[in-house]
């Protein structure tokens, strides 16, 4: 089982910055696609950006392009999400997880993955 520990969340102006942490465990974290996703209240939730297992690719949706950076750090089994620039739209619970692929159009679990509890996101305006 690939489980995942999100940190890193909290409280900021608008225009504020935060980097989100994700610590993975379990034997199928090295070499996996990895996925930030975020849910607002009231909201579905929604994936914002995947890095491929190398980290050589990623991407993003429009909405955060420009202003959010994925990274990794593979011996440490680390995934991070830079958030700049961020607006009171950015307010949500942050997840991230073990995806099949990084296609930022469809983005699913792998099976043997599981949420986190996830890092809270909040933006004043």
């Known amino acids: 089982q690939a489980s995942v520990a999100e940190s890193g969340g909290g409280l900021v102006q608008t225009g504020g910055s935060l980097r989100l942490s994700c610590a993975g465990s379990g034997r199928t974290y090295n070499g996996s696609a990895m996925a930030w996703f975020r849910q607002a209240p009231g909201k579905e939730r929604e994936g914002i950006s995947c890095i491929t297992g190398s980290g050589g690719f990623a991407d993003y949706v429009d909405s955060v392009k420009g202003r959010f950076t994925i990274s990794r750090d593979n011996p440490k089994q680390m995934v991070y999400l830079d958030m700049n620039d961020l607006k009171p739209e950015d307010t949500a619970m942050y997840y991230c997880?073990?995806?099949?692929?990084?296609?930022?159009?469809?983005?699913?679990?792998?099976?043997?993955?599981?949420w986190g509890q996830g890092t809270q996101v909040t933006v004043s305006s």
């Open positions: 997880a073990v995806i099949y692929q990084c296609n930022i159009k469809k983005m699913t679990l792998r099976p043997d993955s599981s």
